[in-house]
Structures are given as C-alpha cells and as structure tokens.
C-alpha cells in the first residue's frame, strides 16, 4: 500500500551530509519526495512510497550519518498524495 508522511528530524541534522544521507537512502529504497532545512534547526521531509519501504527509511533516518545527533523522528501521515515525479530532491542549499 502506498503511503506519504511529513517527517521532521530534530537534532544535529542540518549539515548537508545528513540531507544527502536521506537523499541516498530514499533513492536507495525508491522512495520520492524532498528534504529541506528548517529555521529551527531541523530538516523537514515529505515522501511516499510503500509501507515496508517507508519504515526502513524511517530507521535509516534515526541511523543518521556519523556526524549527526538525532534527537527525535517524528511521522505523521499526509492527507493529500504528494506527486514528486519519481525522484528525491534535496531543496536548498
């Protein structure tokens, strides 16, 4: 089944090792969607894909890159489908 969440990382998260760490990892598990830096110090992410695929992205996410410190992985489901166009994109800089 198909499914898209909103997913905010908090913590150490805003370098961009760790935004093309999620990139990789949901190319990896072909999964769509973006990842982009928040004011608060947080990265925001948006993605679909199937369930299994989606949950093993989540654990990579709590994983992180080396450098990272992640405090918390917070999920929550998207009403309305997100049409990414098949790819990950990194938004910003």
Do not use: W
Not at 17 to 43: M, P, W
């Amino acid at each position: 089944m198909r499914r898209c969440l909103k997913i905010r990382v908090t913590g150490k998260v805003q370098g961009v090792a760790y935004r093309a760490f999620a990139q990789k990892s949901a190319h990896d598990l072909g999964l769509e969607g973006t990842v982009q830096n928040e004011e608060n110090g947080s990265i925001t992410i948006y993605t679909c894909g199937s369930s299994e695929k989606l949950d093993k992205f989540i654990d990579a996410l709590y994983q992180g890159t080396p450098a990272a410190q992640i405090t918390d992985v917070i999920t929550e489901p998207l009403v309305i489908e997100k049409n990414f166009r098949g790819v990950f994109r990194i938004i910003g800089d």
